[in-house]
């Protein structure tokens, strides 16, 4: 969570008498919490510590029982995402292929971890599964841009494009 300090949480009012409203329509049904963090991160992008309190809160729950649902399930996310969302291929055609490495030069160069933006919120990176590439093995995506048979010193020039 240390990194966390480093990106501000801008919600705005907007957003939480949106969340409010959400809460409100959901909190007495059975299971509420996963349509409502659903829900928040549709709205704000993510669920910062401030979006899991105001829910903590309103539900009367413990913010830790919160905090344990979002960290289970990887459709959430403690970090905004940037403009530019960096995806690798961690399945086994890309993996052998050496993605582990240019995974770990992507961190290097950003100075973040899987999961994580950096702090001027132009990055964030992410490793998925599959991009349905294999052929072209090892496999990242920007946004919606593919680049194929990389390797961890080509990852500094792809990067660049994007400054």
Same mark, same amino acid.
């Given at each position: ?42 709205? &704000? ?5 401030? @979006?899991?309190?105001? %829910?903590? $809160?309103? +539900?009367? !729950? ?32 890309? &993996? ?5 490495? @240019?995974?770990?030069? %992507?961190? $290097?160069? +950003?100075? !973040? ?51």
């Amino acid at each position: 969570m240390g990194s966390l300090k480093n990106i501000p949480f801008n919600g705005t009012p907007e957003q939480e008498a949106k969340l409010k409203d959400v809460i409100a329509r959901l909190k007495d049904q059975r299971g509420a919490l996963m349509p409502i963090l659903q829900q928040a991160q549709e709205i &704000y992008g993510y669920l910062p510590y401030e @979006v899991q309190k105001i %829910i903590s $809160e309103e +539900l009367n !729950i413990p913010i830790e029982e919160v905090y344990g649902v979002v960290t289970f399930y990887s459709q959430f996310s403690l970090y905004p995402k940037g403009k530019y969302k960096i995806s690798v291929c961690l399945g086994t055609a890309c &993996y052998v292929k050496g993605s582990g490495d @240019v995974y770990a030069k %992507i961190q $290097e160069l +950003l100075g !973040i971890e899987g999961g994580q933006c950096t702090p001027d919120m132009k990055f964030s990176l992410d490793a998925c599964r599959c991009v349905g590439a294999c052929g072209l093995a090892p496999v990242m995506m920007i946004n919606d841009d593919v680049y194929g048979r990389l390797t961890p010193d080509k990852v500094k020039e792809i990067l660049d494009k994007y400054e």
